[in-house]
């Protein structure tokens, strides 16, 4: 299994950033793909988790500002990032949860994603 995270970059105050995720090498029909972040000397923080049938959760601090959706035939997760805050500068991380199930929905447990990819920088500065 491969996550490939790309679209990071410096953004000032207020704008906006697309991240992307593209996923490959699992074949399981239900899964959840998460964005995480992890700011110097932090732990990983759950962003925003998407499942194959739609569900979607995400952390307090980026609610009504972020949006994540994904697109199941290409194994895509992105996460639009609006309205960003210097707080919001950190590596980001997309996940794979392969073992999700349906009535558990998107976990934001970091524990429960086994394939991460390799990060993407955003930094929100003037």
């Known amino acids: 299994v491969q996550l490939q995270a790309s679209g990071g970059g410096l953004v000032q105050p207020g704008g906006s950033l697309r991240l992307s995720c593209i996923a490959s090498g699992f074949t399981e029909d239900y899964y959840a793909i998460g964005w995480f972040r992890q700011a110097p000397g932090e732990g990983y923080e759950a962003v925003s988790c998407?499942?194959?049938?739609?569900?979607?959760v995400y952390a307090d601090s980026v609610k009504g500002r972020f949006t994540i959706s994904g697109d199941n035939a290409k194994r895509t997760a992105y996460l639009q990032m609006d309205s960003a805050k210097p707080e919001d500068t950190a590596v980001y991380y997309c996940?794979?949860?392969?073992?999700?199930?349906?009535?558990?929905?998107?976990?934001?447990?970091?524990?429960?994603?086994?394939?991460w990819g390799q990060g993407t920088l955003v930094t929100v500065s003037s």
């Open positions: 998407i499942s194959s049938g739609g569900d979607i």
């Open positions: 996940a794979a949860d392969v073992r999700a199930i349906l009535s558990s929905g998107p976990r934001s447990d970091p524990t429960f994603y086994d394939y």
